[in-house]
């Protein structure tokens, strides 16, 4: 009877026959494993950012077993542990960070949440998509804009843009769903100047089993009255 010798897939032969140590199969193999190294190499820089729970912030508001936590960051203190060396606030654009708490027995869709900063004589602005941050144009001072201020021109500058770093994004608001006994939390961006009495007005949350709204939220921004 014959014998049978068996090749162990790792042998030379075994790759060579099936075509595995074939080079124009093992340069996107390796390219896959170096992008893969790479990631994980940057997302371990990047500097951890972790909000306490919306109860633990004064600016907040809480109805029926929800609660929405708002802060304003405007100085470099404030604002280095999320945004590192860029402050965006001093290239005009005031971010606010948003908590939710969700101690309902009912999950909920913020897929439809809309969030305005309402100034102290009533104006409103509307806030700016995070990937449309990076689009503003130079490093122009909040306080020239008492009032909001108007619509982002669009300019693409070779120039290095701080509000292009990836934490503008990366720090965004972006939770769709919020189970029952849960958080979440994010920043939203508005081309607007701080003043004392201004609130964040926030609408289109819904209960996600049957689509009814919820009421809206209006989180005063003043820390005692700051």
């Known amino acids: 009877m014959m014998a049978l010798t068996l ?8 790759g060579s026959r099936h075509g595995l140590c074939h080079p124009a199969l093992r340069r996107p193999a390796l390219i896959v ?30 109805i ?39 101690d309902s027995k009912q999950a909920i869709a913020l897929d439809g949440i809309k969030v305005e900063f309402v100034l102290p004589d009533h104006d409103r602005v509307d806030a700016t998509p995070a990937a449309d941050v990076k689009h503003i144009s130079g490093p122009t001072p909040p306080d020239a804009y008492p009032k909001p201020a108007p619509p982002i021109p669009v ?3 070779r120039n290095k843009n701080p509000l292009g770093e990836w934490e503008i ?46 009421f809206y939220f209006e989180v005063p921004l003043d820390k005692g009255g700051e």
């Open 7 to 14: 090749k162990p897939l790792g042998s030379r032969e075994f």
């Open 33 to 62: 494993l170096l992008s893969i190294a790479a990631a994980f190499a940057v997302e371990k820089e990047r500097p951890k950012f972790t909000p306490g729970p919306a109860s633990s912030y004064p600016t907040r508001q809480t």
């Open 64 to 102: 029926s077993g929800v609660t929405v936590a708002a802060v304003p960051l405007r100085s470099d203190e404030e604002t280095e542990p999320a945004f590192g060396k860029v402050n965006p606030y001093k290239h005009g654009v005031l971010p606010v960070l948003v908590v939710i708490q969700n």
């Open 155 to 157: 300019h693409l500058s």
């Open 169 to 214: 994004e990366g720090r965004a608001f972006a939770a769709r769903m919020l189970a029952p006994r849960d958080s979440a939390s994010g920043f939203f961006y508005f081309r607007a100047t701080w003043q004392s009495g201004s609130t964040l007005y926030l609408t289109g949350l819904r209960e996600a089993s049957t689509g009814e709204d919820l």
